[in-house]
């Protein structure tokens, strides 16, 4: 395979995506986007409702077959590998009420690994297990997910994607609806992931936060606006083309104190649903 | 009375329906559990209801080209096609309009039952279907065939639902990451209808199409309401089955009364009852958990009643100033003797260190929204009782404090005590 290698003998990037173009009827979703995450970051992805988001989750996912372009994972294409990153869902697409624990919650992540015609043995339980203890919810084992609070059960989902053991994690907006507390657990959780080897993908909204919580952006609209650090995406002049003057307030976002700007949205309608 | 249940238990037709009915109910609470989850129970109904066309479709292929009357396997297979063919016409017509799945469903399988009505009324000379035992099912008159064919499918739909356990409890709980590991959820999709469908097809025979989609759901629902995980559910949901048809058979021999019927009304009331007792999400316990809820509001009133009357706080002081039933204010004081707000003394009551942080805080409330309401023009009279009300609204304090610019006294004068 092609792949650079960095020195350490991984593929130059955890994620590489090249000229990615994915259209539904006749319409670019993705227009030729190409960014190279490297490996151990936490990465935001930003982008007005509409920009094509939940595709490029999608494409990293290998649920998409793109018009051009490829994604690598690991320097290996996602279509024909897969399963190497592990998903974190959006919290409002799951159902609280399935009849199902936090430890079998966890132990989905082995599913992969598991023969067809063989049940989760002792290794795979011992792996959701320690998967649990690294978020600190192995206490809560036998509940069924629908008794945690929100933080509770977003880090259920992250032993889930840490227990799958792939070093790629993609979650879709996991800041949604929870409290300012939960959002500092949360985040915790995120860092010590990354400590650990993870790269996370992370989709996220809210403009205000994003420079504090990760340490690359990349600001995507159909096509690819910008990848880099908070400081070299979040400029004035950037977000006003792709927010389209939907953002009224730019001062502060970069270094994302407590006066934070705010996304301030105008009659104007959306012309990209 | 011990013959009331041996009795039965001598005839063929009872022992014939008992095993015949615990073996499809069994695989139809199993598959239910499915259906519940995945909020298919409409979708159950559509296929029980479009058989019958592929019943007479069976029926009519296996007499013309081979000359058997009322070949079982011929119009289960029958069976099977035309409830494939109306999922695939759903899906199709879902897909390609802008009318949405229920409504399609319903069109559906209404549209292809009417055609299977149309179809054994025209051939009635060829075909010898009774629509009424269709319709109402015959548990009592269960044949041998009807025997084998159920216990036929009911092997290969539990033999497929516990070798793809996993597989189909990720496609239910989480279908994108199953996608992501490179299951096909589609596939699965597919090979649950259809074993819904060998199901429905197994079960109309004994208990009709109208209360099939019962057997599939109820039993189901019914372990939903006892259990927090799947397999566990799977298992209660088949012995839910089987008692419904045990206690509905001895129902309809004591009622003398239909046995389909009978079957479903047992496993309605065995439903009720659950839903009434279960331990967890049960109504009696739902109901007992709200009891047990002591009202923060009244929590905080004895607070500060306790803080304003300044000492060791007698019961009747209590009462006398926190609005609540006699049995609730008792029920309270518990509570916050155990959750150490308070401490029992002697005579009354007197605040704890937790107790009297809290109470500073409410009363802290108290007074900023006099100072507030009055600085709004609120009449002096209404002042307390508005204030008293409003003081339960959590993290009020800071923005009244900031409001009021950092004033110490109430409109009475008193001090408002400072935050901690």
Redesign the interface.
């Known amino acids: 395979m092609n792949t650079e290698l960095a020195p350490d003998g991984r593929a130059k990037f955890a994620v590489d995506v090249q000229h990615l173009t994915v259209s539904y009827h006749a319409r670019a979703a993705l227009l030729d986007v190409s960014v190279g995450i490297e490996h151990d970051q936490l990465v935001g992805v930003i982008g007005p409702n509409g920009a094509g988001k939940s595709t490029f989750i999608k494409a990293i996912?290998?649920?998409v077959k793109p018009d051009l372009g490829t994604v690598r994972i690991n320097g290996r294409n996602v279509q024909k590998v897969?399963?190497q990153?592990a998903?974190v869902?959006q919290r409002g697409?799951?159902?609280w009420d399935?009849?199902?624990?936090v430890q079998?919650v966890a132990l989905?992540g082995r599913?992969?690994k598991?023969p067809?015609?063989q049940t989760?043995g002792r290794r795979d339980r011992e792996a959701a297990l320690e998967a649990l203890e690294m978020v600190r919810m192995a206490d809560f084992a036998d509940r069924?997910i629908g008794e945690l609070s929100g933080g509770q059960q977003q880090r259920v989902f992250l032993a889930?994607a840490l227990s799958?053991g792939s070093d790629i994690l993609l979650l879709d907006e996991p800041f949604a609806g929870v409290d300012a507390a939960t959002e500092r657990a949360i985040l915790d959780v995120l860092g010590r992931a990354k400590e650990a080897g993870k790269t996370l993908v992370v989709v996220h909204h809210d403009l205000a936060t994003a420079a504090e919580y990760f340490d690359k952006l990349i600001l995507i609209k159909q096509r690819m606006y910008a990848y880099g650090t908070p400081e070299m995406v979040l400029q004035e002049e950037l977000l006003s083309k792709v927010y389209e003057g939907r953002l009224r307030i730019f001062a502060d976002l970069k270094t994302g104190g407590a006066s934070a700007g705010k996304v301030v949205e105008t009659a104007k309608e959306e012309s990209d649903a | 009375m011990l013959d009331a249940f041996l009795g039965p238990l001598q005839e063929t037709y009872f022992q014939k329906a008992l095993i015949g009915g615990s073996i499809v109910a069994v695989v139809a609470g199993v598959v239910g559990c499915l259906v519940v989850l995945r909020r298919m129970a409409f979708l159950g109904d559509a296929l029980s209801h479009a058989m019958i066309a592929g019943v007479a479709g069976g029926y009519l292929v296996m007499k013309m080209f081979f000359g058997l009357e009322a070949h079982a396997p011929g119009m289960l297979l029958g069976s099977l096609l035309a409830a494939i063919a109306t999922v695939a016409l759903i899906s199709f017509v879902s897909r390609v309009s802008r009318i949405k799945e229920d409504t399609t469903i319903g069109i559906m399988y209404t549209g292809i039952f009417a055609l299977g009505v149309v179809a054994v009324s025209i051939f009635r000379h060829y075909i010898h279907i009774d629509l009424m035992h269709f319709i109402m099912g015959d548990i009592l008159g269960v044949a041998d065939s009807d025997l084998w064919v159920s216990a036929f499918t009911a092997a290969i739909v539990l033999t497929v639902i516990i070798l793809f356990f996993r597989h189909f409890q990720i496609a239910t709980f989480d279908p994108v990451m199953a996608a992501s590991i490179g299951l096909p959820v589609l596939l699965l999709d597919y090979l649950l209808t259809v074993c819904v469908s060998l199901v429905v097809v197994s079960a109309v025979s004994m208990v009709g199409v109208i209360l099939v989609v019962g057997l599939l759901i109820t039993p189901a629902a019914t372990a939903y309401l006892l259990s927090d995980r799947l397999d566990r559910m799977m298992v209660l949901a088949g012995i839910f089955g089987i008692t419904s048809v045990v206690g509905g058979l001895y129902l309809c021999v004591w009622l003398d009364s239909a046995g389909g019927g009978a079957v479903m009304l047992f496993c309605t009331l065995q439903f009720l009852v659950v839903l009434a007792i279960a331990p967890k999400y049960g109504l009696l316990a739902r109901w007992l958990r709200l009891k047990r809820l002591v009202p923060q509001q009244v929590v905080e009133d004895v607070l500060t009643t306790i803080l304003r009357h300044g000492q060791t706080t007698p019961l009747p002081v209590i009462r006398n100033y926190v609005e609540s039933a006699q049995g609730d204010l008792r029920k309270a004081l518990r509570r916050m003797v155990q959750d150490g707000l308070i401490v029992e003394e002697g005579a009354g009551y007197q605040l704890s260190e937790d107790g009297r942080k809290e109470a500073d805080k409410v009363l802290r409330a108290h007074r900023l929204w006099e100072a507030y309401l009055e600085r709004i023009g609120t009449p002096k009279d209404e002042l307390h009782t508005t204030a008293h009300q409003l003081e339960h609204i959590g993290g009020t304090a800071d923005y009244l404090d900031e409001r009021l610019g950092g004033t110490d006294k109430d409109p009475h004068g008193r001090t408002i005590p400072e935050p901690r």
Not at chain 1, 98 to 101: A, G, H, L, V
């Open positions: 996912l290998g649920f897969k399963g990153v998903y869902p697409s799951v159902d399935f009849p199902i624990t079998e989905m599913y992969q598991i067809w015609y989760p069924q889930r799958q």
